[in-house]
């Protein structure tokens, strides 16, 4: 039988995956205001960027735990995992929006269309506003249970989208090698939504 934790210890794994996603964060934060950074908005971006692969990769995991392990109780982790892979998102994008173009919106949708990897990038940050705006209780219950998950399964277009960013802005520099370890572990996580579907059947 699959272990199943208790209220209470429920409630510190939760608060313990909190801190555990924030720390990034409180780190670059604290990197930036001591000044120990050479080239803070290059770090700053850099960084959101990783952690929201690392972060979308784990939300994506959460289902798959689930059924290999039967740990049911790990669903309840993936709405606070899915709203810091958006806080780590907006992060990034807040970086490219404001430290780079300053609040311009007509320099920064010029840049939009004229590089095809902050393209996709911008679009996957705008496919994961609606499931952000749309991650409470309330919601779910205005949407219905089904239209709720059709709007969240956006969630691989905006996973595919990201890793398509990410090559394309490291082919600039020649460097797969990221990208290609985040593509397998989306492609994983993907396949086995897909053979469970099939196999379903």
């Known amino acids: 039988m699959a272990w199943t934790p ?3 210890q429920l409630a510190g794994i939760k608060a313990a995956v909190f801190l555990m996603a924030l720390l990034p964060f ?12 050479v080239e803070p908005l290059a770090f700053l971006t850099r960084g959101t960027g990783d952690w929201t692969l690392y972060l979308l990769c784990i939300t994506l995991a959460v289902t798959p735990l689930r059924r ?8 309840k982790l993936r709405r606070m995992l899915g709203l810091f892979t958006f806080f780590y998102a907006l992060l990034h994008f807040s970086c490219f929006f404001w430290f780079d173009h300053f609040f ?13 990897f902050i393209t996709v990038g911008f679009i996957a940050f705008v ?7 749309t991650s409470t209780n309330g919601m779910i219950r205005r949407l219905g249970g089904k239209r709720w998950q059709w709007l969240h399964r956006l969630v691989y ?9 990410f090559w394309w802005m490291k082919a600039g520099k020649n460097d797969f090698q990221q990208p290609i370890v985040f593509g397998l572990i989306v492609a994983l996580l993907l396949g ?3 053979y469970w579907r099939v196999t379903r059947r």
């Open 68 to 75: 290999l392990t039967g740990w049911n109780w790990v669903v």
């Open 26 to 37: 409180l780190r670059m934060a604290w990197l930036v205001a001591q000044g120990a950074l």
């Open 192 to 194: 086995l939504r897909v």
């Open 104 to 116: 311009d919106i007509a320099a920064m949708l010029k840049d939009v269309v004229k590089r095809p």
């Open 127 to 133: 496919l994961l506003v609606p499931m952000a705006a």
């Open 6 to 8: 208790s209220p209470r």
């Open 157 to 165: 277009v905006v996973a595919v989208l990201g890793i398509l960013h």
